[in-house]
């Protein structure tokens, strides 16, 4: 079985830019959080998303934003990127609702912020 | 506000050596506490997690943890060390007021020694 697949693996914007990670869940997962991790620290809640409706919300400016689809996959979306966006953005699943932790994580997007 | 703390940002243990790594949190009720690991350029893996019940808590790869409430403390112990368990380590704690939302420690990574 697959497990949680994130898109895509690395990638490098210029501040002022643009950007939209993707993520797939295991199938049958319907829960999708992001986490950011910037270097040095532990993961940061960003988003939870549970059945295509947003279930939580972190600490992040209103440039994060996120959105999940039917078949429950996700994309997160960062404007008017700074170089302090610059971190590992991770996305985990899980199968239950939104008291759920049996979470999985992708291996992340690895965003560097020029 | 929710929080964790893992002491040691760096440990060094030679292989074969036991291991113990500390994890502190700062939680109004009974938390859902959980230990995960990180290699370089990976998601990250469950180790184990408590909800309940039993106060040590068995995990994979020849890890465990033990809750204890009086100390707020939810210590990582291995017995024997092997090279490949060489990784970052990070404690954390299930936030049940934002659904599945997990707060984590910033860390402790382990060096193996041989």
């Known amino acids: 079985d697959a497990g949680v697949t994130q898109s895509p693996t690395h990638l490098i914007k210029t501040r002022g830019q643009h950007v939209t990670l993707r993520c797939s869940p295991i199938?049958?997962?319907?829960?999708v959080s992001w986490y950011q991790q910037v270097l040095g620290q532990g993961p940061q809640f960003i988003f939870q998303?549970?059945?295509?409706?947003?279930?939580g919300r972190g600490n992040f400016p209103d440039r994060f934003s996120a959105r999940q689809f039917p078949n429950y996959s996700s994309e997160l979306n960062v404007n008017a990127l700074l170089l302090g966006d610059s971190a590992l953005y991770l996305c985990?699943?899980?199968?239950?609702?939104?008291?759920?932790?049996?979470?999985?994580f992708g291996s992340g997007t690895r965003l560097t912020v020029v | 506000a929710q929080s964790v703390t893992q002491p040691d940002i760096h440990i060094t243990v030679s292989e074969g050596a036991s291991l113990e790594l500390r994890c502190n949190y700062s939680y109004g009720a009974t938390p859902y506490l959980f230990w995960y690991v990180q290699s370089p350029g990976q998601g990250l893996q469950l180790l184990l997690k408590?909800?309940?019940?039993?106060?040590l808590v068995q995990g994979i790869k020849g890890f465990e943890a033990e809750f204890k409430r009086s100390q707020s403390s939810f210590n990582l112990r291995k017995p024997s060390v092997h090279w490949s368990d060489a990784a970052e380590y990070f404690c954390?704690?299930?936030?049940?007021?934002?659904?599945?939302?997990?707060?984590f420690g910033a860390g402790t990574i382990l060096r193996v020694k041989s």
């Open positions: 199938s049958g997962h319907k829960s």
């Open positions: 985990a699943s899980s199968p239950g609702g939104p008291s759920n932790y049996g979470y999985t």
């Open positions: 408590y909800f309940s019940g039993d106060t």
């Open positions: 998303y549970y059945e295509k409706e947003e279930r």
């Open positions: 954390a704690v299930g936030d049940r007021a934002y659904g599945n939302k997990l707060v």
